[in-house]
């Protein structure tokens, strides 16, 4: 005869569950204590998360604080003494002994090496097989000015402050509306007056099916006047804006020289510097 539950030699266990559970066993005792203990410890550590919860918080805070700190002097400090994101440019400014001619003042602290600097001086460089001469001969005072804006364009590493990002094959990044010295204007506008061309923006619209830039179906040329009124039209107009005309003259802290004697010194250095603290503080 088996022996199972109901038995008539069993006695039945009537008592409920909570209270076979208050019943004195060793395991089961030990268990119970250890259970109770861990969930007061559970709730020591909640209560103490809560009160250190406000002091994450702030430090937190002081640390994002100090990241956005560094990050905005690190954005003040790209703009200054460096290199456009463009074809030719080097990556960082340096020393370059072996400039040619009028890219000479930049030889202490240049963006364009001395290959570059060669090829600025050539009437259709390699570089954009760009040709100034597109309506005949220019005249070799007016040239010199364009070989001192591409001296200046792709050279200097002062320019940042007015860099913007573009999105072309050839550069990722211009500079827009660099305040230009007035005389460099004014003697710009002069030297070239009476040389020709063909279009008012030289930035783009050229046919280039030959390789080269051409004059434009359905366009003459003309004197630089005729498309030029006035210097700041030359400055302002023929490079997109690249340059503003302003008031201000050389030396005064204020406006980028094209043209400047290096052993003087950089000016644009100082005027570089005032207008990345005025971008900083805007």
Not at 9 to 34: A, F, M, Q, S, Y
Not at 54 to 77: D, E, I, M, Y
Not at 78 to 106: F, I, S, T
Not at 173 to 201: A, G, I, M, Q
Request: some cysteine; charged content about 25%; proline content about 5%.
């Amino acid at each position: 005869m088996c022996v199972g539950a109901g038995s008539g030699n069993e006695e039945t266990d009537t008592r409920t569950k909570h209270e076979r559970k208050d019943e004195w066993i060793p395991g089961r005792t030990l268990r119970r204590v250890g259970s109770e203990r861990r969930r007061a410890g559970e709730a020591l550590t909640e209560e103490m998360a809560d009160k250190a919860m406000p002091w994450k918080l702030t430090a937190l805070l002081l640390f994002l604080a100090g990241v956005v700190s560094v990050c905005r002097a690190r954005a003040r400090t790209d703009l200054l003494n460096v290199c456009m994101d463009a074809k030719h440019h080097k990556v960082e400014p340096g020393p370059e002994d072996e400039l040619h001619d009028q890219c000479v003042p930049w030889k202490k602290n240049a963006c364009c090496s001395a290959r570059v600097s060669h090829e600025l001086h050539r009437d259709k460089s390699s570089l954009y097989n760009f040709s100034w001469e597109h309506c005949g001969r220019m005249e070799p005072a007016c040239k010199r000015h364009f070989i001192q804006n591409n001296c200046l364009y792709e050279c200097s590493p002062n320019l940042g402050p007015w860099f913007q990002e573009v999105n072309q094959k050839w550069r990722k990044e211009r500079f827009l509306n660099v305040p230009l010295c007035k005389e460099d204007c004014l003697v710009w506008w002069e030297d070239c007056r009476t040389s020709y061309t063909c279009k008012s923006s030289w930035h783009k619209g050229w046919n280039w099916s030959s390789g080269s830039n051409q004059c434009p179906t359905g366009t003459t040329c003309d004197t630089f006047e005729s498309f030029f009124p006035t210097p700041a039209a030359l400055c302002e107009g023929i490079w997109n804006h690249d340059y503003k005309f302003t008031n201000y003259s050389r030396g005064s802290g204020r406006c980028i020289q094209m043209w400047f004697d290096a052993a003087e010194g950089n000016p644009n250095e100082e005027v570089s510097e005032a207008r990345a603290h005025v971008s900083d503080s805007t």
